[in-house]
């Protein structure tokens, strides 16, 4: 069985999308969610609390499935974590800085999802 973890925000509408293209893409049987609204902004930011939350998911899919990919998504419309595309990307980015630096170990692929329900990788 191989697992992957998927860093989401809670809207539905990106949901098949992410799944899909994930296991489309990649050798990927199961994804593990972890989601919150606006989660890039979330990691993004300054909630340590908060993000400490998400990062002791994280480590359940790693100790429980051996989960080595992790794929982190920001999508269009984002009724959470309202912005245009490039914010989002510094937003992805600044979190893949502090994921990576928490779990070196783990592979890590950004996702965006269009105005069409689309996506596309942002590494």
């Known amino acids: 069985m191989t697992f992957c973890a998927s ?13 899909s293209y994930i296991k489309g893409n990649y ?3 199961y994804i593990d969610i ?15 609390a908060y993000i400490d939350l998400i990062f002791r998911k994280l480590q359940i899919c790693v100790d429980v499935h051996a989960v080595k990919e992790v794929f982190l ?31 070196p170990e783990l592979i890590f692929h950004k996702i965006w999802i269009d105005e069409n329900w689309v996506c596309s990788s942002a590494d």
């Not at 972890?34 to 340590?48: H, K």
């Not at 999508?75 to 779990?103: D, I, T, W, Y």
Request: with cysteine; aromatic share 4%.
């Open 73 to 103: 998504s920001a999508h269009h419309n984002c009724l959470a974590n309202p912005g245009e595309k490039p914010e989002h990307m510094v937003q992805m980015n600044r979190s893949m800085e502090k994921l990576k630096e928490h779990f």
């Open 7 to 19: 860093i989401q925000c809670i809207d539905g509408r990106i949901h098949d999308a992410i799944f």
């Open 34 to 48: 972890i989601s919150e609204p606006g989660i890039d902004g979330i990691l993004a930011g300054d909630d340590q």
């Open 27 to 29: 050798d990927i049987k």
